[in-house]
Nanobody
Framework: QVQLVESGGGLVQAGGSLRLSCAAS????????MGWYRQAPGKQRELVAT???????NYAESVKDRFTISRDNPKNTVVLQMNNLKSEDTAVYYC?????????????WGQGTQVTVSS
């Protein structure tokens, strides 16, 4: 079993910054992908950024050059540094860990943390 605990959400003015952290515990495979997704009211959950255990990253176009994802493999943590926040970044942000092999590959999710950007 895997548990993901997020922290760092809150209220910020447009143009400000926030830092989200997520700590994974339980049975964590050496090879995995961690990331952040978000869901705004009335919208589907969407990818924000992911990072593999080899530290390859992937970003949504809307956050490139503003957000930075990083991880600490020994500690099984992932951080999302969000700069120059915009009102459209307002959403519940979910930490994700994806691991496993072939048909046993699965996603684990945190409980979500609210990010609100006021204009």
């Amino acid at each position: 079993q895997v548990q993901l605990v997020e922290s760092g959400g809150g209220l910020v003015q447009a143009g400000g910054s926030l830092r989200l952290s997520c700590a994974a515990s339980g049975i964590i495979f050496r090879l995995n992908t961690m990331g952040w997704y978000r869901q705004a009211p009335g919208k589907q959950r969407e990818l924000v950024a992911t990072i593999t255990s080899g530290e390859s990253t992937n970003y949504a176009e809307s956050v490139k050059d503003r957000f930075t994802i990083s991880r600490d493999n020994p500690k099984n943590t992932v951080v999302l540094q969000m700069n120059n926040l915009k009102s459209e970044d307002t959403a519940v942000y979910y930490c994700n860990l994806n691991q496993g092999y072939s048909s046993s590959r699965r996603d684990y999710w945190g409980q979500g943390t609210q990010v609100t950007v006021s204009s």
